[in-house]
Nanobody, 131 residues
């Protein structure tokens, strides 16, 4: 059973930075897609950033140029570095891991979540940006 434990949420002023981390355990190998979603109050959950086993990254348009996703295989951890934060980034952030890739190849630049069949979620971590 894959388990994900996030950390790093908090409150900062607009223009500030935060880094989220997500430690993954129970992963036994094979292709994967990992990344972050967020859900703001009253809004639907949206995909933010993804990274696959090859290190290929992708981002939602709303965060491109400000957020960076990365991973440290030795620590079984992936990260979301968030810079130039704005009040609209306020949300509950969720890390997720997907395994069992479908036969369809990931379209270049696309978030990889939709190409995998089995998903696991960590608990949310709150990010609050004040103006």
């Amino acid at each position: 059973q894959v388990q994900l434990v996030p950390s790093g949420g908090g409150s900062v002023q607009a223009g500030g930075s935060l880094r989220l981390s997500c430690v993954v355990s129970g992963y036994t190998g094979g292709n994967y897609c990992m990344g972050w979603f967020r859900q703001a109050p009253g809004k639907e959950r949206e995909a933010v950033a993804s990274i696959d086993g090859d290190g290929t990254t992708a981002y939602a348009d709303s965060v491109k140029g400000r957020f960076t996703i990365s991973k440290d295989n030795a620590k079984n951890t992936f990260y979301l570095q968030m810079n130039s934060l704005a009040p609209e980034d306020t949300a509950m952030y969720y890390c997720t891991a997907r395994i069992q890739q479908y036969a369809t190849s990931v379209v270049a630049g696309s978030l990889c979540f939709w190409y995998y069949g089995t998903e696991y979620w960590g608990k949310g971590t709150v990010v609050t940006i004040s103006s």
